[in-house]
């Protein structure tokens, strides 16, 4: 993968990650299903009661990881690194709950809590497969 836009495809082929926050220096990693990624950015979401969110507002710079799975010796995995924004959109909010309706049971279920939505528009990636497995430190990342 050479550009951005096989990043943003490989992405959404493979939206589970593994995002990673830092508090005082101890990184705290979680699964996550990214909602989405196009030329704007790469999108998550979390509640506010979350410890991520909390996380997020202290120390903004995110690394999330995302695997397509195969044989061994035959995965393929990228590297997205940055600093996310938060999205306040009602018109993106509303989409947000129509792609996943699930939301809407969660929310009910705690109403004190608030959508959370952000996205990493501007950083760097990294893809690597096992061809590649000892040549990371010479491939130059793919910024965006």
């Not at 909390?54 to 120390?59: A, G, P, R, S, V």
Request: hydrophobic share 40%; with cysteine; glycine share 4%.
């Amino acid at each position: 993968m050479k550009s951005i836009e096989e990043i943003i495809e490989f992405t959404n082929q493979n939206p589970a990650a593994w995002v990673a926050t830092a508090v005082e220096n101890q990184p705290h990693v979680r699964a996550m299903a990214m909602w989405y990624a196009d030329k704007s950015g790469f999108y998550f979401h979390t509640g506010s009661q979350k410890r991520l969110y909390t996380q997020l507002k202290n120390n903004p710079r995110i690394e999330a990881g995302f695997m397509q799975p195969g044989e061994m010796g035959n995965m393929q995995m990228v590297r997205i690194t940055g600093i996310i924004e938060q999205v306040v959109d009602p018109v993106l909010e509303k989409k947000l709950f129509e792609d996943r309706p699930w939301l809407n049971e969660i929310f009910r279920a705690y109403p004190d809590d608030k959508i959370f939505i952000f996205r990493l528009a501007h950083g760097e990636a990294q893809y690597w497969d096992m061809s590649r497995n000892c040549q990371e430190k010479d491939i130059p990342p793919i910024l965006f």
